[in-house]
């Protein structure tokens, strides 16, 4: 799971499986005593560590403290347009629903910040685009759920009726508060899990099992009376400590939501073209955070360092080609246009913008995008002039102060 959008408390369905059965309640466990259970735990964190996982933790499948928080959020309908979510539920705070048999869960960490992140300047600089940084390289889901399938098959391998399953963004299944109890973090108020070493640029994954494990023990919450991502929030999306209203969130907006993006968040989104990072960037603990040493999560030179123009000429040939293996191809061609149509309408005024804008409305037959086109052609035209004015101020300075003779 990307601990990233902090959208939602949990993650979409769609579930996958390692195993031929998805009944795991069939597979008979050894007969292992204490010592050789706490003895397997220490292999199975040793193992997680050789396959890149920065932290491996195991923690029972008991959510039930969970279940209220989850129920309020759906009535609050701060899910917005992802009906994934309440459609399974209870579900989510019941793994051994999902996957009969389930007495533990292994949750892992991978972090994910890439070198030369380049925050600060991408966000200056409106005439880029920005990214969030996990979707700069290889698709997670990918990377996180094969080494969590190997991992299954090493445990496997020992004990060769363990049933397992490994989960990675695919299933109805609360995996912060798993990973939480797991020790891998704490969640912050922004609902993003939080660890003193890593901050939160780190990718979590479980692998369900019928292994009764030793568990580990939860870490002590430490954000304290820091309030630093929920005044940050270009669109307050963060109603609450530790509640986050989706529908407001930008992850949301340019990542979940289908149609047309409400006028009230537009100016706020500013160039951010897929996901945000902002409530991550303000926080404290990420000040401690290493950068990956995984180099799938590497940003792609064609995604570093783009133009909006660049990205937003791209045809779907190549919009398909170039996000082959990337996150982002899952939003499709027509939200990329929709996004960036909306991040040039908050860019500097410009011709280039403009006729990039015409161009592609002369082009596109397609609603949704012509609508958000109209918005940013009238954003970049009512700026023009003060953009204009600002060109000719800086003129007359520069003739007063360099050719005062002629001034």
Sequence with gaps: MKNTQPSTPSSPSNAISST???DISAAKSPDLSETELRALAKKIKSWGKELGFQKVGISDIDLKDQEANLQTWLDNQYHGEMDYMAKHGMMRARPDQLLPGTLRVISVRMDYLPEEAQFASHLEDKDLAYISRYALGRDYHKVLRKKLKQLGDKIQSEFSDLGFRPFVDSAPILERPLAEKAGLGWTGKHSLLLDKDAGSW???GELLIDLPLPTDQAQTAECGQCVACMTICPTQAIVAPYVVDGRRCISYLTIELYGVIPVEFRKAIGNRIYGCDDCQLI????????????SDYQAKDFLQNQ?????FNWSETTFLKNTEGSPIRRIGHQRWLRNIAVALGNAPSSIDTITALQNKLELSDDEIVNEHIQWALTEQQQNMPINIDRLNKRLINAVKKGLPRDA
């Design 202 to 204: 780190f990718f979590i």
């Design 307 to 311: 133009s909006l123009i660049t990205l």
């Design 283 to 294: 926080c404290p603990w990420n000040r401690f955070a290493e950068t990956t040493q995984e």
């Design 20 to 22: 031929p059965s998805d």
